[in-house]
């Protein structure tokens, strides 16, 4: 980052942000003042994203997201770095296999949930403990239109993030007043993660989006920046549709 900007005094935790979404949100919320910890698998693309985000402004903390073990070195790391944790963004996601639900390796579908869901559940609880009880805040889980209509061949990540949405719900129930819960369900947004779903027919993959082009990082980042703003003030438990309008066709003969 080579513009200053004014400290916010907020503080973000965002899960699965070496890369991609994350990073995207990253960079949204550090553009307008925010500090943040990012998380991810890998060490050393995670000090490559910290370094482009500013070594100032941001800290990194690689592990898996489904181990209880990282989450909680995420949360505690980032309360010694910054004092507080205002914000989470549960990004990290997984989708090890293409192909029917009739066929699915059960254990594939467990890693799928665990990842994808159950993360979600452990990262809230603990930055609720850890900050958001006493203080406020606000969570944004990432889910995708896959988990609110069928889509071929990725079933078992589609129910995980129909999942994600009813936990949302459920969270802004509990949390509130103090914290607000809210997702966003992108369509395909062009990351590496997604990458089998476009590469070599972008053009072909892009045609039925309304707007004429799949998504970036930057589209999921501005709304995520959103809804963690006073913009956002009284929206909880809602899930906001960010796709290109590609659900506009699904009332389309």
């Known amino acids: ?58 800290i990194g903390v690689a592990g898996k997201a489904h181990d209880e073990e990282h ?36 254990a594939v579908a467990r890693k799928v949930f665990e990842t994808n869901v159950v ?3 452990g990262f809230a609880q603990r930055t609720w403990a850890a900050w958001q009880k006493e203080n406020g805040g606000a969570i944004v889980n990432i889910s995708s239109i896959a988990g609110l209509a069928p889509s071929p061949f990725i079933g078992a990540y589609g129910v995980s993030k129909a ?11 509990e949390f509130a007043p103090l ?27 892009a045609a039925p989006y309304p707007l004429g082009r799949l998504g970036v990082p930057e589209d999921i980042g501005g709304v995520a920046a959103f809804l963690t703003s006073e913009q956002s003030a009284w929206m909880t438990g809602q899930t906001v549709v960010v796709d290109g309008g590609l659900m506009l066709n699904a009332g389309v003969g």
């Open 1 to 58: 980052m080579t513009a200053q900007v004014a400290d916010s005094g907020k503080v973000a935790l965002i899960t699965g942000a070496s890369r991609g979404i994350g990073y995207g949100v990253a960079e949204a919320l550090v553009a307008r003042g925010d500090r943040v910890c990012i998380t991810g698998r890998n060490e050393e693309a995670l000090q490559q994203a910290v370094q482009r985000l500013g070594a100032d402004r941001a």
């Open 71 to 106: 989450q909680a070195v995420a949360v505690q790391r980032t309360m010694e770095a910054f004092g507080r944790v205002d914000f989470l963004v549960n990004n990290a996601g997984t989708n090890p296999v293409f192909g029917p639900l009739a066929e699915l390796d059960l």
């Open 119 to 121: 993360s979600a559940l």
């Open 163 to 173: 999942a994600m949405i009813n936990l949302t719900e459920q969270l802004a129930h």
């Open 179 to 205: 914290v607000r819960v809210n997702a966003i369900a992108p369509g395909v947004v062009k990351t590496k993660f997604a990458q089998a779903l476009y590469e070599n027919r972008e053009a072909e993959a």
